[in-house]
């Protein structure tokens, strides 16, 4: 996969985008990112990126011409990708992390990350996509593409050693993610619950299974809404509603 950003501060990217598991899939060849500061790309010689805009208005808009000049360059030199072209703005979809699993699939992603008081909205004119990290506003688009970035890139085939750990992360199953342990089996007074240390594997799925959906019930109820329950799952249900109710 080839990653390219758009901003006017590169620096902020030198180190999330180098270490952990996205350096690593650089680190194996299995990314390329490219940060690319638009202002080179202004065509005065000032190099401004922004101005007032007509009709007047709070704040100042990015300019069309430095952030079409730059995604021009980024075509000439990558002519025979597929691009993605990703606008980070606070109107647009929610990011979550089905829009993560359809990002890893792509050959080639495009993040334009704004600043000041917004965009020039010919600039949208560019893009396939519009999406926004959450109801609120930061300063820029920055922090937003690197939380995209991290979400995408550790689902790229071969970037995790072991590829069922993501596709079992919290909302990929469409579930939070069940309680995990580890050593020491008991610390402090708190043990690791039986079942898990007994090696039947049928009652620790069971166990994990019933644990996510408790999880989910009482963390994020909204999430099993439109959940495709199975049997199991509505009479697992039933048991963890009972259970919270005679506090067990």
């Known amino acids: 996969m080839r990653i390219d950003v758009l901003t006017l501060f590169p620096r902020m990217f030198e180190g999330p985008l180098g270490e952990s598991i996205i350096g690593k899939a650089r680190e194996k060849g299995l990314l390329e990112i490219n940060v690319s500061n638009f202002r080179d790309y202004s065509d005065n010689k000032h190099q401004t990126v922004d101005d007032y805009p007509y009709g007047g208005g709070a704040g100042m808009l990015l300019k069309v011409q430095p952030v079409y000049d730059n995604i021009k360059a980024i075509e000439a030199a990558a002519p025979e990708t597929k691009k993605r ?11 979550d992390q089905k829009m993560a699993e359809e990002f890893s699939t792509e050959e080639h992603l495009v993040f ?7 965009y020039d909205e010919r600039i949208r004119s560019l893009v396939t996509d519009e999406v926004s990290l959450g109801d609120y506003v930061l300063t820029g688009g920055e922090l937003g593409a690197m939380v995209m970035i991290d979400a995408t890139v550790r689902l790229l085939p071969e970037v995790l050693g072991n590829q069922t750990s993501a596709q079992t992360d919290s909302h990929s199953t469409g579930l939070l993610e069940h309680p995990q342990y580890t050593r020491p089996a008991a610390f ?56 919270a109710k005679t506090g067990k």
Not at 112 to 118: A, Q, R
Not at 231 to 236: F, H, R, S, T
């Open 85 to 95: 072209v990703i606008l980070l703005d606070p109107a647009g979809k929610p990011f």
């Open 112 to 118: 334009i990350c704004g600043h000041y008081e917004g």
């Open 188 to 243: 402090k007074g708190m043990k690791v619950p039986e079942v898990l240390m007994n090696g039947n594997h049928k009652l620790i799925e069971q166990w994990q299974l019933k644990e996510s959906l408790r999880r989910t019930f009482q963390r994020r109820p909204d999430m099993l809404e439109n959940y495709p329950l199975t049997a199991e799952m509505q009479k697992l249900l039933k048991e963890i509603e009972e259970e």
